[in-house]
């Protein structure tokens, strides 16, 4: 089943014109932030193959991530830090990164989309829908917007800390991840309360 926009209808039909759908990844990376994006998508908005972001090849996140970006009535990107993961706890920084991303937004939204997570924004309603991303368009499109933006900045980070390969696997905890840690140790953008028993 790909997302649908059935969500977002019903409310357009109850009034609210500006609805934002909310998304983050890399929530169980090891290393590097946790990013939230989110996106308000217009009644009109026509873009095929929108998907969550995790059934998708790269090459068609990033096709769909240029067009959401410049069909969006509005859309924005926020992103919690590695330290602070570690002093606040992920709990936290997964609020907090989501919340930043609804504040981000140039257009207020009249009513929130979220994926999974129960978070409040002043007094903007919302829902939080488990699985979001495989079922709503605009949470969907949140996803894809904060992936692309995400793995972009693990790819730069390579450039900083090339013993790790962050390019390959994005911070995530593959075999080739943890060979470089045991063999190299912590970087400065690993998430120290993820690897109490590394050094």
């Not at 759908?21 to 290393?31: F, I, K």
């Not at 706890?89 to 989501?98: C, E, H, R």
């Not at 129960?118 to 969907?140: F, Q």
Request: glycine letters at 6%; charged letters at 30%.
């Amino acid at each position: 089943m790909k997302p649908h926009f059935r969500e977002e209808n019903k409310l357009f039909k109850n009034g609210y014109k500006l609805v934002a759908g909310v998304d983050e990844v890399g929530r169980g990376a090891l290393a590097g932030p946790i990013v939230a994006a989110a996106v308000i998508l217009s009644q009109k908005t026509k873009i095929k193959g929108i998907n969550d972001s995790k059934k998708l090849k790269p090459q068609k996140r990033e096709e769909l991530y240029k067009k959401i970006t410049a069909s969006a009535i509005s859309w924005s990107v926020s992103l919690i830090d590695n330290k602070f993961i570690d002093k606040k706890g992920i709990t936290k920084a997964n609020s907090d990164v989501l919340k930043g991303a609804v504040k981000k937004l140039k257009v207020k939204p009249d009513y929130l989309l979220i994926d999974a997570v129960k978070i409040k924004c002043g007094n903007i309603p919302s829902k939080s829908v488990i699985k979001g991303d495989e079922k709503i368009r605009s949470i969907a499109a949140a996803s894809i917007v904060a992936k692309v933006f995400r793995d972009s900045l693990m790819r730069d980070y390579h450039h900083i800390f090339p013993k790790y390969s962050f390019h390959l696997h994005k911070g995530y905890g593959t075999k080739k991840h943890f060979a470089a840690i045991k063999k190299h140790g912590l970087s400065p953008l690993h998430r120290r309360s993820f690897l109490k028993n590394e050094r």
